[in-house]
């Protein structure tokens, strides 16, 4: 008999519509999915929506309709979860707090990477008293299931100097690349007219589009040969309207957004990228492409940016100011033979966060709790 998994999320599908962002949370969903079935497991998938049930890569998504948010926790959402999956054999939590104020036995809960050092965290949980009963609800989303999977080495650290008892439960896993279908092109080409710096992120400012849009306001004023492409969605069709309406005011400026299976084309195509996240990072898939690529990453100082690029080595990691930015993208635009070096370094480090490694990892988890 087919043994059957509940995953619960927040946000998959758009709550009231069939708009899908895609980005790395997402991927990484669809892939742990796929990786579930291919073991022989039935899975459904349980977020926030106005109790409809929509299909996407041939896995059923049911809309729980909820959207209660108290202290960074969804207890309404976690709890009608419980009683919907009843029927349901095994349950993963996407998210950690989602596992709070109930989680099934034979569970799993996921961190992917510290999300309360967004500035506005504190807007919600800045009193102490807030702080503290948000760090009592996560000690018991921690306490329920059997394993805690982080996707970064920040989390981990972070609870065992906060929540210490959870010590053993932790698993680190982190993110992936498909090394063979995000690799190296042949670069022995003519000299270039131009050098192309990619941002492919989200349009969100927690992931420093405003800094990089200042920056590139900047040098391309200063370098006519400098050019900037943002590829990435925005929450909305709002958000990409002035996204397009603004590099059609810039010179060497660029927006759009390309489906998944082109992504490795347009990292092929750059020359360095830009990963500039501010806050509310794991680590990234999109800088383990670029490094996969073979292209020097310039990224946040935050999360789990730090388990992947070494400063001065593979990339740099700073403060994303728009002088930082400035500077980081003036020195490497400039030195074609330090892009070269940093980007055979970044590709050598990707190899060890193949996908290969990560299903590994992910089905001797799934086989030691899920039995």
């Not at 742990?32 to 896995?59: A, M, P, S």
């Not at 979860?81 to 989680?103: G, H």
């Not at 403060?319 to 050598?348: C, F």
Request: net charge neutral; with cysteine.
């Amino acid at each position: 008999m087919t043994k059957k998994v509940g995953l619960l999320t927040t946000n998959f599908f758009h709550p009231t519509q069939d708009r899908i962002i895609m980005g790395g949370a997402e991927r990484y969903q669809v892939d742990l999915c796929r990786l579930l079935r291919k073991l022989g497991y039935h899975v459904e998938v349980w977020q926030i929506g106005d109790n409809w049930t929509k299909e996407f890569d041939g896995v059923k998504i049911h809309g729980v309709k909820t959207s209660m948010n108290e202290y960074n926790t969804f207890p309404e959402l976690s709890m009608a979860f419980y009683e919907n999956s009843v029927s349901f054999d095994y349950a993963i939590y996407f998210i950690l707090s989602l596992a709070y104020p109930v989680a099934r036995e034979k569970s799993l809960a996921i961190s992917h990477g510290v999300y309360w050092d967004w500035p506005g965290f504190d807007v919600k949980t800045g009193r102490h008293q807030d702080h503290q009963e948000w760090l009592r609800r996560m000690n018991i989303a921690l306490t329920g299931p059997e394993k805690l999977v982080s996707v970064d080495t920040n989390t981990i650290s972070y609870f065992n100097s906060t929540l210490s008892n959870f010590y053993h439960k932790w698993e680190y896993v982190p993110n992936y690349v498909n090394t063979d279908l995000f690799c190296p092109i042949d670069d022995n080409q003519e000299e270039k007219d131009k050098i192309r710096i990619l941002f492919p992120r989200r349009l969100v400012p927690v992931r420093g589009v405003n800094e990089t849009m200042r920056a590139a306001e900047i040098l391309t004023s200063r370098y006519p040969w400098i050019e900037f492409h943002f590829c990435g969605r925005g929450h909305d069709d709002n958000t990409e309207k002035l996204m397009s309406q603004w590099v059609s005011t810039q010179e060497n400026c660029y927006y759009d957004w390309k489906p998944f299976e082109l992504m490795p084309q347009v990292y092929q195509q750059a020359d360095i990228v830009l990963i500039p996240s501010r806050s509310t990072e794991g680590t990234s898939l999109a800088a383990l492409e670029a490094m996969a690529c073979g292209k020097p990453v310039i990224a946040g100082l935050t999360g789990g940016l730090c388990d992947l690029v070494l400063q001065g080595y593979n990339g740099y990691l700073l403060k994303p100011t728009v002088k930082n930015l400035v500077a980081a993208i003036e020195e490497l635009a400039k030195d074609k033979a330090k892009r070269k070096t940093m980007g055979q370094r970044g590709r050598e480090i990707a190899l060890s966060f193949n996908k290969k490694i990560w299903d590994e990892r992910w089905s001797k988890l799934i086989t030691d709790v899920f039995c």
